[in-house]
């Protein structure tokens, strides 16, 4: 490694940037691993997507299917879009880095005598990690072009070369590609999150640290532990309660007439 790079940071410079990796590696496989998980916000998702492509195969007018897809698309594009402003403002920021480096000698709590490599190297970090999120969110937003197409050619409610295990197939994998394009967009979101973490660092080191440990926080919770999380559990659990009971009724009912005939 250069020297001039190495002497562009301090030690604790360094190791708060070694500790935003390794959160943020750390909570992307942890998260990864429960995905499937019943106690977490993408795997009680996945659930609500299946039943959705379930019941989609019932119906005849799939209109309103195709407008969920559409608006979860304009999602995507409206991060796209809004990413590529910040990119914007950020490469006019590496040309004003004399007029920035005096505005942050100015604030009471940012780290003493910032130098210009330093402050370059800041923002071309923050520049990656938003070409990142805008790579994220067009591959989300072409994977849920790919969930229209999918929309489109499901089998008719008629159609009679349609079997029971080809459908719900069906209703599996469409499931798992909108699974795949909501995970596209929770990483370019989470990308967000760490990008407000990294704006920390040029205050100072230690409220990078914090802020960092303050983001993977937050994501836990929401994504482990939120109420959101706990009423979509809760929902889930008692529709496939209601299903158990109406399959047990319809069983018992069908046992008592032919008994009886």
């Known amino acids: 490694m250069p020297e001039s790079l190495m002497m562009a940071f301090s030690w604790l410079d360094w190791l708060a940037l070694g500790w935003f990796f390794a959160c943020w590696a750390w909570y992307y496989e ?14 009680v998702m996945h659930g609500y997507r299946y039943d959705w492509m379930r019941r989609l195969l019932g119906r005849e007018a799939r209109i309103a299917d195709a407008t969920i897809m559409t608006h ?19 490469f006019g920021l590496m040309g004003t880095t ?31 990690l938003f070409i990142y999120a805008f790579f994220t969110f067009t591959w989300s937003m072409r994977q849920y072009n790919f969930c ?10 008629d159609e009679k070369d349609s079997t029971p295990g080809l459908r719900k197939m069906f209703a599996i994998q469409a499931a798992n590609v909108i699974d795949l394009a909501a995970n596209q967009f929770n990483y370019g979101l989470r990308a967000y999150y760490f990008g407000l973490a990294l704006l920390a660092w040029f205050l100072h080191p230690l409220a990078f640290i914090l802020a960092t440990a303050g983001v993977v926080g937050v994501l836990f ?7 959101t999380l706990k ?5 889930r659990d008692l529709d496939i309660t209601f299903r158990g009971i109406l399959q047990h009724e319809e069983t018992t009912s069908e046992s008592l007439k032919s008994q009886n005939k």
């Open 30 to 43: 942890y998260s990864r691993r429960r995905q499937r998980s019943k106690r977490c916000l993408a795997g």
């Open 72 to 90: 979860l698309e304009r999602n995507g594009a409206f991060f796209a879009s809004s990413t590529l402003l910040i990119l914007a403002a950020l």
């Open 98 to 128: 004399e007029r920035a480096l005096l505005v942050l000698a100015d604030l009471p709590f940012a780290a003493s005598s910032p130098s210009r490599l330093g402050l370059e190297l800041k923002l071309l970090l923050l520049i990656g």
């Open 148 to 157: 229209a197409i999918l929309i489109g050619s499901a089998p008719a409610a």
């Open 221 to 227: 919770r929401r994504e482990f532990h939120s109420k």
């Open 231 to 235: 009423a979509l559990a809760a929902g």
